[in-house]
């Protein structure tokens, strides 16, 4: 995944209003399909907790399909690419205490990888304001900074593949 540029103010506007449309759909969608079953199918004791499972169940199928089908829609440009990189992210989370013993071992790739979640956890905190933890960002990447001077290496990952990955 490259990373790239994104404007926050379009960003969360389109992210507000996807939120919105889901929960609104999720609601309405649940709700018409829960009272759809109870009428058709009433139960005698009174309970319908299962045609409202079913009901919020359905809704959730049905919205994660649309929004797997409209994700390259041009308006969803910038919350897709937010959901990529929380996505590398991740993968990288998942095997930072790895990847860090081996940056620290002054192993290239693991270094590549670490400016690369370095850039992406400051992106993707500056999208969302969680800038609490910036500070430690900013001192973990002087940290790195320091030893790829020491190694004389330049650090300019800006992309990132799962299969960077395999030897951690």
């Known amino acids: 995944m490259q990373l790239q540029k994104i404007d926050k103010i379009t960003y969360r506007s389109h992210l507000n209003r996807v939120i919105i449309a889901c ?21 005698p004791s009174g309970s319908h907790f299962h045609w409202n499972l079913t009901g919020v169940i359905i809704s959730c199928i ?5 929004l797997n089908k409209t994700k390259h829609h041009p308006y969803m440009r ?9 996505h590398s992210l991740n993968l990288i989370t998942r095997k930072l205490k790895k990847v860090r013993q081996a940056a ?15 850039q992406g956890c400051r992106q993707l905190w500056q999208l969302d ?12 990447q002087a940290k790195l900074d320091t030893k790829a001077n020491e190694l004389s290496l ?3 990952k800006t992309e990132f593949s799962a299969d960077d990955l395999h030897n951690f």
Request: aromatic share 12%.
């Open 129 to 140: 304001d969680n800038t609490i933890t910036i500070d430690e960002l900013t001192i973990w």
């Open 104 to 118: 620290d071992d002054n192993n290239i790739n693991a270094m590549q990888i670490l400016h690369y979640y370095y």
């Open 62 to 66: 049905v919205i994660a399909i649309v």
């Open 154 to 156: 330049e650090l300019n």
């Open 23 to 43: 929960i609104a759909s999720l609601t309405i969608g649940s709700l018409g399909i829960a009272q759809g079953l109870i009428a058709l199918f009433p139960d």
């Open 78 to 86: 910038e919350v897709y690419y937010v959901w990529q990189l929380k």
